[in-house]
T-cell receptor, first 114, second 115 residues
């Protein structure tokens, strides 16, 4: 199993550009989520999904959109990139959205917005 | 809202030394997880503690959940360079609908073990 796969690994954008960060998991996990990691700020939840067709906001959702059309895929869209969105983005999944589940992370996408 | 405080923020030690890092909250939590993140990778779960006073061991790592369930610690015995990484504590909290849980992280302790 590949686990959680994120693409691209690195991306540079100009302010105002849009792009989609891809995330796919092959473990048939119900729950998927996106975090951003900034120095000194830890991991902050952007959006999450508890199943196909169901998404909800996390702590820092502004400027990001998500959709979940299949169990496997959970793309994160930046509508109009801003320098404040420069960060490392992690996608994660778990079998269900219940307490104490183990979260499986991808290896991250490093995004720079100039 | 940041529910978890981790200390110290940075720790640099020599190989063979012992160390303890801490995770604290002003609120009681029902369970807590510890993750380790190596450079360029995503976090990986080390342990979940669910019972007040619980102690779990993972080789040279000892995890403790406080009796009052408001704090947790991670102790590493005879640290090795391979222990280098960011140690994160995390807890699940219930969303407003009451049926699902979200995982929130502390800011982490960055550990460097020098050979």
């Amino acid at each position: 199993n590949a686990g959680v796969t994120q693409t691209p690994k690195f991306q540079v954008l100009k302010t105002g550009q849009s792009m989609t960060l891809q995330c796919a998991q092959d473990m048939n996990h119900e729950y998927m989520s996106w975090y951003r990691q900034d120095p000194g700020m830890g991991l902050r939840l952007i959006h999450y999904s508890v199943g196909a067709g169901i998404t909800d906001q996390g702590e820092v959702p502004n400027g990001y959109n998500v959709s979940r059309s299949t169990t496997e895929d959970f793309p994160l869209r930046l509508l109009s990139a801003a320098p404040s969105q420069t960060s490392v983005y992690f996608c994660a999944s778990s079998p269900s959205p219940t307490r104490n589940e183990k979260l499986f992370f991808g290896s991250g996408t490093q995004l720079s917005v100039l | 809202t940041q529910l978890l405080e981790q200390s110290p923020q940075f720790l640099s030690i020599q190989e063979g030394e012992n160390l303890t890092v801490y995770c604290n909250s002003s609120s009681v939590f029902s369970s807590l997880q510890w993750y380790r993140q190596e450079p360029g990778e995503g976090p990986v779960l080390l342990v979940t503690v669910v019972t007040g006073g619980e102690v779990k061991k993972l080789k040279r790592l000892t995890f403790q959940f406080g009796d009052a369930r408001k704090d947790s610690s991670l102790h590493i015995t005879a640290a090795q360079p391979g222990d280098t990484g960011l140690y994160l504590c995390a807890l699940y909290w219930e969303n407003s609908g009451g049926s699902n849980y979200k995982l929130t992280f502390g800011k982490g302790t960055l550990l460097t073990v020098n050979p």
